[in-house]
């Protein structure tokens, strides 16, 4: 996760300061995280899957590839 703040603080304009939004997941609020000065990591309430469009994803993929088949 830290190389990826890296990579994304480095395409940050020079007079600009980026905002990332985030699930709780323990590597996005890991206490290891080096977050760059031109960075601000704005978390999601906790459970509020609403929020999170990646959780669409997700759940289309249990609903339609990752269930339990008995073959």
Not at 24 to 34: I, K, P, R, V
Not at 42 to 63: G, T
Request: charged residues 15%; negative net charge; glycine residues 2%.
């Amino acid at each position: 996760m830290n190389q990826h703040l890296i990579e994304i603080s480095r395409n940050v304009a020079d007079d600009a300061h980026a905002i990332l939004i985030m699930d709780q997941a323990g590597w996005h609020m890991s206490n290891n995280l080096l977050v760059p000065g031109n960075i601000t990591i704005l978390p999601l309430p906790p459970k509020s899957p609403e929020l999170n469009p990646v959780e669409n994803i997700w759940q289309f993929m249990r609903d339609n590839w990752l269930s339990n088949r008995v073959c």
